[in-house]
């Protein structure tokens, strides 16, 4: 599903457009001129379709809806660069579900009891600040915005035409975020990664599920962080 010239949403699950398995986050490519990236990759019960093989798989966190995918990707596709925050990539390339949450999921009923994260050893950090430069002007920068999880990242998207912001669980349409009873999501840290990414330069979000804001996408970003300067948390999609 083709969203922009450079952005297309290859999965989405039962929390989206019910594209592709329903465990899936959305799962979108970006394309430059000269190379492509992935931004997550899906639960990895089946496989993602019709796809040439990217430069990188970017990772906004290692939550099995998002990153349980990558060790299927790198597998299709030896020497794939798997990127994600330094924190969870010891979590991914173990396959640590306690890190991960998997356990705390299956316990909820999110995942199903048979369900596991393959460990993807190749995983390895991308810094905040760092950039993946796609060609003709297309160029995606790492931003560390722990608060969901650690080692949550964003990437924020510049092309000649217009800026996007890929957020991962970190901020949804409307301001909403994702708060979980987890041994790695902090409030304090998510206000503060709330109030830095309404800094940014944003026409488009495109975030880990639910809706999609092709237009003045800064809204939604400065919603959160207007609740956030008022004392108060946004509402939580979970």
């Known amino acids: 599903m083709r969203l922009t010239d450079h952005v297309s949403l290859v999965a989405s699950g039962a929390a989206g457009f019910d594209l592709s398995d ?9 394309r430059g001129s000269r190379r492509s990236a992935l931004i997550d990759a899906g639960a990895g019960r089946s496989p993602l379709a019709d796809l040439t093989r990217p430069d990188c798989l970017l990772l906004t966190h290692g939550h099995a809806d998002h990153a349980g995918g990558a060790a299927a990707l790198a ?21 640590d579900e306690r890190g991960l949450s998997v ?9 199903p009891p048979d369900y596991s994260f393959p460990p993807c050893p190749t995983a390895r950090a991308i810094g905040d ?16 915005t722990p608060g969901h999880a650690d080692g949550h990242l964003c990437y924020h998207l510049r092309t000649p035409g217009y800026r996007a912001l890929f957020s991962g669980d970190c ?11 987890l041994h790695d999501c902090r409030v304090p840290e998510y206000a503060a990664s709330l109030t830095l990414l309404a800094e940014l330069d944003v026409d488009a979000l495109f975030p880990g599920h639910h809706e999609i804001s092709l237009a003045r996408a800064g809204r939604h970003l400065a919603a959160a ?7 108060l948390l946004p509402r939580s999609t979970t």
């Not at 329903?22 to 970006?30: A, F, G, R, T």
């Not at 356990?103 to 995942?111: C, I, S, T």
């Open 75 to 95: 597998a299709r596709w030896p020497g794939l660069r798997v990127l994600a925050g330094a924190e969870a990539v010891p979590w991914i390339a173990a396959g």
């Open 22 to 30: 329903p465990l899936d986050c959305h799962v979108y490519l970006v």
């Open 103 to 111: 356990d705390r999921g299956k316990a909820a009923g999110v995942y």
């Open 171 to 181: 901020v949804f349409t409307g301001g909403r975020v994702s708060l979980q009873n």
């Open 225 to 231: 962080r207007d609740t956030v300067a008022r004392g």
């Open 129 to 144: 600040g760092e950039e993946i430069d796609l060609g003709g002007g297309v160029v995606l920068r790492a931003v560390a």
